[in-house]
């Protein structure tokens, strides 16, 4: 099974930028790097995804390593509403899209 | 404004009742899950359904199963609903490229007494 693994939780300072880890050693070629997050008492959200480059969108960016075992999801300015827990996901061959525990996002005002 | 919109937000029944959880999405998606999600086990795979009438078992797929008549429906069925399904369940859609996001209900709470 495809797997990622990340660090169940983090804190940020409002208005600091968040580095969010998360390691997919068993990453195939054409698997592609999903994140999204959960805000209390609703259904995850997307926020962005790749497959080799990094990306950029309104919400985030993703910066994923040149092995592609690892990327880090990047927020350049926390704010409070960001607080959430964050899922990286695999989304493999077979149309799955695989979950990990996520990692808890604590912004501190 | 895409949506995918789950039939109740909170549902409590009785063990032993058969439980109907309904999704539906209008997207036109070709991929539909099921997912429960429970306190330190984040979301596992119950069901998955890429087609009208096809079905895939994900990682938990015991004591549930699934019904997709409907391109936009897809239902999860607790044939006889026990105390441990008590959980938070999740549906999502997606199309079939892997370079596309899904999009998740709100959840439906499910209490098993």
């Known amino acids: 099974d495809a797997k990622t693994t990340q660090p169940n939780s983090m804190e940020s300072n409002e208005e600091e930028p968040v580095h969010l880890p998360c390691n997919h050693s068993t990453i195939s070629g054409t698997d592609y790097i999903h994140w999204y997050r959960q805000l209390p008492s609703q259904g995850p959200e997307y926020v962005i995804h790749g497959l080799t480059s990094n990306v950029n969108n309104r919400m985030a960016s993703l910066a994923i390593a040149e092995d592609r075992k690892s990327s880090t999801l990047i927020l350049h300015r926390a704010t409070l509403r960001d607080a959430a827990v964050y899922y990286c996901i695999l989304r493999v061959t077979g149309n799955q899209f695989y979950f990990g525990t996520g990692t808890s996002l604590t912004v501190i005002p | 404004d895409v949506k995918v919109t789950q039939s109740s937000r909170y549902l409590v029944k009785r063990t032993g009742e058969k439980v109907f959880l309904e999704c539906v999405q209008d997207m036109d998606h070709e991929n539909m899950f099921w997912y429960r999600q429970d306190p330190g086990l984040g979301l596992r795979l119950i069901y998955f359904?890429?087609?009208?009438?096809?079905?895939e078992k994900g990682d938990i797929p015991e004591g549930y199963s699934v019904s997709r008549e409907k391109k936009e429906r897809f239902s999860l069925i607790l044939e006889s609903a026990s105390t441990n399904q008590t959980s938070m369940y999740l549906c999502?859609?997606?199309?079939?490229?892997?370079?596309?996001?899904?999009?998740f209900g709100q959840g439906t709470r499910l209490t098993v007494v």
């Open positions: 999502a859609s997606s199309g079939q490229s892997l370079n596309t996001e899904a999009f």
């Open positions: 359904s890429y087609d009208v009438k096809m079905k």
